[in-house]
């Protein structure tokens, strides 16, 4: 089977996990820019400037101000005043959006463990470690 057709399928069986876990993800009432730009907030780690933020999703800094506007107003995201100047504001993610971060987290553990089933332990990491240099080198 060519890579294609793995990544391919890869994908399918992805898009039924999250299907037959979408009934209680409260993500997918998210379109997919909203969900990635709260990916991008919460993999900062700490609350993000809105520079870095626009610079990190590739967007004008109005374009990503109109997007945190909007997931404020869901109640997914805050700004706050930055502690080095109270000009910038920086973003951060709210309670309840941490609470369905945390469920996508559980649905990409169940995926793993599916894909790994099969696998013994050292073709697991072998799995992990090709993935991991994949994608350090695309440009994603």
Known sequence: MSLENSLEQLERFASKVWRKNSKEDPISQLSFNEYDYLKVVQLANEPIRLTDLAAEMEVTKPSASNMVTRLVRKGLVVRCASPEDARVKR???????????DYETKVYQILAQQVVKGLTEIETGQLNALLEKALSRSEI
């Open 91 to 101: 973003v951060m993610l709210t309670p309840l959006a941490l609470e369905y971060m």
